[in-house]
Nanobody, 124 residues
Framework: QVQLVESGGGLVQAGGSLRLSCAAS????????MGWFRQAPGKEREFVGC????????YLADSVKGRFTISRDNAKNTVYLQMNSLKPEDTAVYFC?????????????????WGQGTQVTVSS
């Protein structure tokens, strides 16, 4: 089992940047695919991106490609979401999640463990 804690959210103006971090407990962090999701008020939770166990590959939603990057540091049990050129429509609660299976999932159902979320608000 793994516990996840996100940090780094906040209020930023459009065009600005934020870096979210997600710290994981446990000694098996490198065995999990890590994903980022977001949920705006009244909307379903949506896929932002994910990163493979080794960090060798990342997958990003079309809406954030070219603006967001995902990375991980397995020695620090931490995954990051660097968000640049933020837009008001990026406003949401951002969640990190861990997938223990063998597939790389882009849906919330594919993930086994979730953090509590961190609020990101982008003002226009």
């Amino acid at each position: 089992q793994v516990q996840l804690v996100e940090s780094g959210g906040g209020l930023v103006q459009a065009g600005g940047s934020l870096r979210l971090s997600c710290a994981a407990s446990g000694r098996t962090f490198s065995s999990y695919v890590m994903g980022w999701f977001r949920q705006a008020p009244g909307k379903e939770r949506e896929f932002v991106g994910c990163i493979t166990r080794s960090g060798g590959s990342t997958y990003l939603a079309d809406s954030v490609k070219g603006r967001f990057t995902i990375s991980r540091d397995n020695a620090k049990n931490t995954v990051y979401l660097q968000m640049n050129s933020l837009k008001p429509e990026d406003t949401a609660v951002y969640f990190c999640a861990a997938e223990a299976g063998i597939l790389i999932s882009m849906t919330p159902r594919g993930y086994d463990y979730w953090g509590q979320g961190t609020q990101v608000t982008v003002s226009s």
